[in-house]
């Protein structure tokens, strides 16, 4: 699962969220993604890169023509997990 807030740092998150950042960090095992950086101003310009290695501009070129389209032919980091026999 990947649990992201926008327009919150994660040190804003710990500091203004102190007992759900304890609950992610020590009871749920959480990864924190130390050096991740925004490069939009919402979710989607946001998620793509992490999930695909694309940047939305990089999408119609590659697997996504219209918003029409489904993400279905899109590079997505399982794919190349289960590739390598990850389920």
Request: charged fraction near 20%; aromatic fraction near 18%; hydrophobic fraction near 40%.
């Amino acid at each position: 699962m990947i649990v992201g807030l926008d327009a919150l740092s994660r040190l804003n998150f710990q500091r203004h969220m102190p007992s759900s950042y304890k609950y992610l960090i020590e009871e749920m095992a959480a990864v924190e993604m130390f050096g991740y950086n925004k490069v939009g101003d919402n979710t989607f310009p946001n998620l793509v890169p992490l999930l695909t290695g694309l940047a939305v501009e990089e999408l119609g070129k590659h697997c996504w023509n219209s918003s029409a389209d489904t993400f279905d032919h899109c590079p997505f980091v399982w794919d190349f997990f289960q590739y390598y026999g990850y389920r």
